[in-house]
């Protein structure tokens, strides 16, 4: 009877509910490490929200710079030459891939790989 129920379960939702799933139970094994527990020089993947967004000027070339926070931690995570990623806002849940730094005190990550994650409502 579960097998059943899991199955209708399954087709009674939408297409973006099933994709938002698979990814949720892909991070089980994504190898997503707690900010808390990097370091400096470390490469990386970590999944958290967006906290803030600032448009940073540096020297006449852009840069998009949120702060990323897990739970454990956050760091800064920079994009330069960017002013703006569509789909990157504050209270987004992501997941980002690089190296880490360190800058003024400041745990970063400079231009990673990312993967927005599904809004959740």
């Not at 399954?10 to 089980?28: F, G, M, N, V, Y």
Request: aromatic share 4%.
């Amino acid at each position: 009877m579960t097998a059943l129920r899991t199955r209708l379960s399954r087709w009674s939702r939408s297409q973006a509910e099933l994709e938002a799933e698979e990814l949720l139970d892909e991070l089980t094994y994504a190898e997503i490490a707690r900010i808390a527990d990097c370091q400096a020089g470390d490469k990386l993947r970590v999944s958290g929200t967006v906290r803030s967004l600032t448009i940073r000027p540096r020297s006449a070339v852009p840069a998009l710079e949120i702060e990323l926070y897990d739970g454990s931690g956050s760091l800064r995570v920079l994009w330069l030459g960017r002013r703006r990623i569509d789909g990157i806002a504050p209270g987004r849940k992501m997941i980002i891939h690089g190296r880490i730094t360190t800058d003024a005190h400041h745990l970063t990550v400079f231009n990673p790989r990312y993967l927005l994650l599904p809004a959740t409502h």
